[in-house]
Nanobody, 126 residues
Framework: QVQLVESGGGSVQAGGSLRLSCAAS????????MGWFRQSPGKEREFVAA???????YYTDSVKGRFTISRDNAKNTVYLQMNSLKPEDTAVYYC????????????????????WGQGTQVTVSS
């Protein structure tokens, strides 16, 4: 069992930065694949970034070069550093987790994740 608590959302001007955090409770955090998704009003939730327990990282094309996902297993926390933010990045951002025995499996679809945070609002103004 894992519970996820997100923080770090807020409002920022275009070109600014925000750092989201997702703290996980429970044991075996180091063997969980962690992902970030986002959802804007009227749109479906979309994949943003993921990091396997081994450290392999994946990003959606629209955030490559701007966002960085990382994890600190000692703190049971995953981060999403968001730089050069654009108005189209405005959304509710969700943290997700799934336990994986091996460094493999799909990481870009919602159905692969078993645990979800409550979401944190990110607003980017022009």
């Amino acid at each position: 069992q894992v519970q996820l608590v997100e923080s770090g959302g807020g409002s920022v001007q275009a070109g600014g930065s925000l750092r989201l955090s997702c703290a996980a409770s429970g044991r075996t955090f180091s063997t969980y694949t962690m992902g970030w998704f986002r959802q804007s009003p009227g749109k479906e939730r979309e994949f943003v970034a993921a990091i396997r327990w081994s450290g392999n990282i994946y990003y959606t094309d629209s955030v490559k070069g701007r966002f960085t996902i990382s994890r600190d297993n000692a703190k049971n926390t995953v981060y999403l550093q968001m730089n050069s933010l654009k108005p189209e990045d405005t959304a509710v951002y969700y943290c997700a987790a799934v336990r994986r025995q091996y460094d493999r499996g799909v990481v870009t679809t919602q159905s692969e994740y078993d645990y979800w945070g409550q979401g944190t609002q990110v607003t980017v103004s022009s």
